[in-house]
């Protein structure tokens, strides 16, 4: 009779333990490769968060550069326990290639818009996005952070994608190669949202200032951040900015 009296609460207990500890593939992976839109191998490097209910960040780096930007900073993160993925846009450093051999470089992307190369980079985000969670990533703790060009990708992405629980921009401006964010900052939403931007980095400050402007009319929980001098994108990573970044995280996260 006791066996028959307990059974009911030993269900919901299993329950509870299989949904709360998640797996999650082990360990790093230095040489990940994302197949993204039409077929260009992303070369890409992650590491896991120390637990699943820590955010794992995405990192897109700016125009002319790759993922090794981020290499300065990625400790951080994980000594607050999060997780991330690095990844080269197309057509930069190690993805410039597509699985038939033929050569990707954004050096030769000269259209821009609809349609462009420049484009695809925010549906390749998307692959990146199943890539972590074909890794046990559940996709509402997937956050994006973005330098310059690769924060205009992540705006972009985030406005289509609202598992996004939270976004860092550092360095965007109205139109990087086509990519226009004046309408996703009025559709973003009430999630959080950082900006950062340098006084002499005109263009990625005045629109930065604009952007919280825009952001905080619609409701969006904004906050804004400066670096120094006329510093873009990861340049403000200067050991007094990182530690107000992590704040915000932290402060931030669900």
């Known amino acids: 009779m006791n066996n028959v009296l307990k059974f009911p609460f030993i269900l919901p207990v299993l329950c509870f333990c299989m949904f709360s500890c998640r797996q999650l593939s082990p360990g790093p992976d230095d040489n990940a490769r994302i197949t993204g839109t039409g077929g260009v191998i992303l070369a890409g490097k992650y590491v896991p968060p120390a637990s699943p209910d820590k955010l794992t960040f995405i990192l897109l780096h700016g125009l002319g550069s790759g993922k090794g930007e981020?290499?300065?900073?990625?400790?951080?993160l994980t000594q607050q326990g999060?997780?991330?993925l690095l990844y080269d846009l197309r057509g930069h450093a190690d993805s410039t290639k597509d699985k038939s051999g033929n050569t990707v470089d954004y050096k030769y992307f000269l259209q821009a818009g609809p349609g462009s190369e420049w484009e695809k980079m925010v549906p390749d985000l998307n692959c990146a996005v199943k890539y972590l969670v074909k890794k046990g990533i559940n996709k509402?703790?997937?956050a994006l952070m973005g330098a310059s060009l690769g924060a205009n990708v992540s705006l972009l992405y985030a406005v289509k994608n609202k598992t996004i629980p939270l976004v860092v921009l550092l360095s965007p401006g109205w139109s990087y190669a086509?990519?226009?964010?004046?309408?996703?900052?009025k559709e973003y939403g009430d999630r959080p949202l950082l900006i950062a931007a340098?006084?002499?980095?005109?263009?990625a400050y005045d629109s930065s200032i604009a952007m919280v402007q825009y952001a905080r009319m619609n409701k969006t929980k904004v906050e804004f951040l400066y670096g120094d001098g006329a510093k873009h994108g990861?340049?403000?990573f200067d050991g007094k900015f990182e530690p107000k970044l992590l704040s915000w995280i932290n402060g931030n996260c669900r």
Request: charged share 20%; aromatic share 20%; proline share 3%.
């Open 178 to 185: 086509g990519l226009n964010i004046d309408t996703a900052i």
């Open 198 to 203: 340098s006084p002499g980095d005109k263009y």
């Open 140 to 142: 509402n703790k997937i």
């Open 82 to 84: 999060y997780g991330y």
């Open 234 to 236: 990861v340049q403000m």
């Open 70 to 76: 981020w290499y300065s900073f990625v400790d951080k």
